[in-house]
């Protein structure tokens, strides 16, 4: 029996792209899909949040010169890109699936409206939250913690490429340690590059708590909507 009702599911670009350093890899984005599908056949509703990173960055456009409020509503675009084909996946796969951006477009999808967002879950329906919070200089980061706030989930599970918190980057250092359990406070002290620092500050001030779980490791989703002991938990 899982763990959580409702849970709030981050997932980087990146994700999207596969074995590929840009675009959307449709095996990867197929694989997700069924992962996702699984939980949700569990009972557990699930909101996604998805970034942009595999298509446009608009922080690494901006150090190259470009206006950051351009460059982000690029990314925020970007992030509509990316959940408009996680919910064809999903479909595909018999899972009643919404898209719902920060940023009207109505042809494309429906407006965010925090009510209907609850109403779609509590109907057994994934939600996916594209467009950022429609404002520049916010990450999917933190519109993943706006979303999980306002649809009051249980639980920020954040997708990563390692096992979960370490006190340095594992993929540089082999001696780096990883955390099972660290809190908001030591995450923020220590600069550890989980989320950025607004998001970790508001799952602190409303006591969210964030499960980071490596996303490359099959079944690892399950695991986590199901309460397993893995990654590791900043509460």
């Known amino acids: 029996m899982a763990r959580y009702e409702r849970i709030l599911l981050k997932l980087s670009g ?11 890899d449709p095996e990867r984005v197929k694989g997700l899909a069924g992962e996702v599908a699984a939980i949700a056949k569990e009972g557990v509703q699930v909101g996604l949040v998805v970034g942009g990173g595999n298509i446009f960055r608009g922080v690494a456009m901006a150090a190259k010169n470009m206006d ?6 690029m990314g925020m675009l970007a992030t509509v890109i990316n959940s408009l084909a996680l919910q064809d996946a999903l479909e595909q796969i ?4 919404r898209v719902m951006t920060a940023i009207q477009m109505h042809q494309v999808a429906e407006p965010y409206i925090r009510r209907r967002a609850i109403r779609h879950l ?30 009051k989930a249980q639980v920020i599970a954040k997708a990563t ?28 002290a220590r600069s550890l590059a989980v989320m950025d620092a607004t998001s970790i ?22 695991r986590v909507s199901m309460g397993e002991p893995v990654g590791t938990a900043i509460v």
């Open 14 to 24: 990146e994700v999207m792209a596969g074995p590929a350093a840009f675009g959307i």
């Open 68 to 73: 950051r409020v351009t460059g982000d509503h």
């Open 94 to 97: 018999g899972v009643h699936t």
């Open 122 to 151: 509590e109907k057994g329906r994934v939600v996916i939250f594209a467009a950022g919070t429609s404002n520049p200089y916010f990450s999917t980061d933190t519109a993943a913690v706006l979303r999980a706030l306002e649809i």
């Open 161 to 188: 490429k390692v096992d979960g918190v370490y006190d340095k980057d594992p993929l540089k250092f082999d001696d780096a340690v990883m955390y099972k359990e660290i809190s908001y406070t030591e995450v923020l």
């Open 201 to 222: 500050a508001m799952c602190r001030d409303n006591k969210l708590p964030i499960l980071v779980f490596n996303l490359n490791v099959p079944g690892n989703i399950m």
